[in-house]
């Protein structure tokens, strides 16, 4: 590998990284594309660096959400057994559907996901003494960035729980990361705030790619050499993102992941209609 390879890869990661911290998908949503136009990888050699590189994006930004009170251990704990679980039925299913209308049902979620972001939540949450909660265990709150205390309930948990397993199901299916798909339904279904609702993605996402990525690293797929860069680049920006995630404002969080809702739904668009537009996850 070359110097210059080198300092494209692990700038390249380390933007990717602290964008996908900052939305709660990790990076590699971003680093596929990096690895197969810029370095010229086969596909499935940059998926098994991109795993890599979203498992240590994860890992790195979730002590300091965890540390700000954004992260909801116990909701992540809980909704991520459906993912996995959702995620098992889709390794089953593969073949099974074509990929023409998994691409336009992804599609369609991403573009419904982006409506539902613009419009945003006309209820807004009742304070925590004058309404009880059916799931007051899984509840939280943390302080915004300038100070004042947000307290949120877990609203409709079972269908959260349903959105979950769609999601792993269909990630799995698409070979994508389902974090683009966990943020919308924290959001719309369950009525967390958009700076929780990404700080828990964020550390959903790693427990799922650990065993991806292991199966990948076993079959002789993930290149060492080229996860090297990634993987540094990808750890210095999740740290910078996991920042600028308990900074910024939930109403600018929200402008962004709308514009990368769109900006994901153009190339699934593509793929449903059998042009060649790579999936990433």
Request: charged share 10%.
């Amino acid at each position: 590998m070359t110097i210059a390879l080198f300092t494209v890869l692990f700038f390249g990661a380390l933007g990717a990284g602290a964008l996908g911290s900052a939305l709660g998908m990790a990076g590699g949503i971003f680093v596929v594309p990096l690895l197969t136009l810029v370095a010229q990888v086969p596909f499935p050699t940059a998926v098994a660096v991109s795993l890599v590189s979203v498992i240590a994006c994860s890992c790195a930004s979730a002590p300091h959400l965890l540390s700000s009170g954004l992260t909801n251990l116990r909701l992540a704990v809980v909704l991520e057994v459906a993912t996995t679980l959702g995620a098992v039925i889709g390794i089953l299913m593969i073949g099974a559907v074509p990929s023409s209308i998994l691409y336009g049902i992804f599609a369609v979620v991403l573009l419904v996901s982006a409506v539902q972001m613009i419009a945003g939540r006309r209820d807004q949450v009742p304070d925590p003494a004058l309404r009880k909660s059916r799931h007051r265990s899984l509840d939280g709150a943390f302080t915004d960035h300038d100070g004042s205390a947000v307290s949120y309930r877990v609203s409709h948990l079972p269908l959260g729980v349903t959105f979950m397993f769609g999601a792993g199901a269909l990630s799995a299916l698409l070979g994508i990361g389902s974090g683009v798909l966990k943020i919308p339904a924290m959001d719309a279904a369950m009525k967390l705030p958009i700076k929780a609702s990404s700080a828990t993605a964020n550390l959903m996402i790693s427990v799922t790619a650990c065993g991806t990525a292991a199966a990948y690293l076993m079959s002789g797929t993930l290149d060492l050499n080229l996860s090297g860069p990634v993987v540094l680049g990808s750890l210095a920006g999740s740290i910078l993102g996991a920042k600028i995630l308990v900074r910024v404002a939930g109403a600018s969080l929200r402008v962004v992941f709308t514009i990368v809702l769109l900006a994901l739904a153009v190339p699934m668009t593509a793929n449903a209609f059998g042009l060649s537009w790579g999936a990433s996850p």
